[in-house]
Nanobody, 115 residues
Framework: QVQLVESGGGLVQAGGSLRLSCAAS????????MGWYRQAPGKQRELVAA???????NYADSVKGRFTISRDNAKNTVYLQMNSLKPEDTAVYYC?????????WGQGTQVTVSS
């Protein structure tokens, strides 16, 4: 079993930045793929950015050029640097990781971008 704990959400003005963190209870070498999803009110949960392998990444078109996913293997942590935030980025952001045959989710962290 894997625990994923997100942090770093908050309220920010449009154009601002936030960095989200997802700390895993196991080595992130063993969690693959691993990444960030978000869910806005009334909308389906969607992929934001993910490591599809240890070195490959995938981004939603809506965040390309603004968001960057990174990892610190020593800290078992994956980050999401979010720049040039827009009101439409407002959502609960979740960390997701596959360990063995199962997908694990964090509890989510709220990101609110004011206009």
């Amino acid at each position: 079993q894997v625990q994923l704990v997100e942090s770093g959400g908050g309220l920010v003005q449009a154009g601002g930045s936030l960095r989200l963190s997802c700390a895993a209870s196991k080595s992130i070498f063993s969690i693959n793929p691993m990444g960030w999803y978000r869910q806005a009110p009334g909308k389906q949960r969607e992929l934001v950015a993910a490591f599809t392998s240890l070195a490959s990444t995938n981004y939603a078109d809506s965040v390309k050029g603004r968001f960057t996913i990174s990892r610190d293997n020593a800290k078992n942590t994956v980050y999401l640097q979010m720049n040039s935030l827009k009101p439409e980025d407002t959502a609960v952001y979740y960390c997701r990781g596959r360990y063995g045959s199962y997908d694990y989710w964090g509890q989510g962290t709220q990101v609110t971008v004011s206009s």
